[in-house]
């Protein structure tokens, strides 16, 4: 079992900026892919942003450029650096890992709120 904690959203203006956090624990040896998905109102689940063992990084079209992925290996974290923020990311942002199985969890979701 992975064990998955974000933080960090919040209500920003559009055109700032906010870093979501990550924090996994439990069953770390056999991950290899850490991920960022999101949840807009009346909208599927879509991927954002994910990072592999390899470090390996793939990130969505909708938001090149914008936002980062990082991984702090050292405290078992996982960052999404959202910059120039745009209303139509308003969403439920979900921190996702995937071990070998392969077995997917999930976090709990922080909102993320822009106002234009």
């Known amino acids: 079992q992975v064990q998955l904690v974000e933080s960090g959203g919040g209500m920003v203006q559009a055109g700032g900026s906010l870093r979501l956090s990550c924090v996994y624990s439990?069953?770390?040896?056999?991950?290899?892919?850490w991920g960022w998905y999101r949840q807009a109102p009346g909208k599927g689940r879509e991927f954002v942003a994910s990072?592999?063992?390899?470090?390996?990084?793939n990130v969505a079209d909708a938001v090149k450029g914008r936002f980062a992925i990082s991984r702090d290996r050292t405290k078992s974290t996982l960052y999404l650096q959202m910059n120039s923020l745009k209303p139509e990311d308003t969403a439920i942002y979900y921190c996702?890992?995937?071990?070998?199985?392969?077995?997917?969890?999930w976090g709990q979701g922080t909102q993320v709120t822009v106002s234009s």
């Open positions: 996702s890992t995937v071990s070998y199985g392969p077995k997917q969890y």
């Open positions: 439990g069953r770390l040896f056999d991950i290899f892919n």
């Open positions: 990072t592999t063992s390899g470090d390996g990084e």
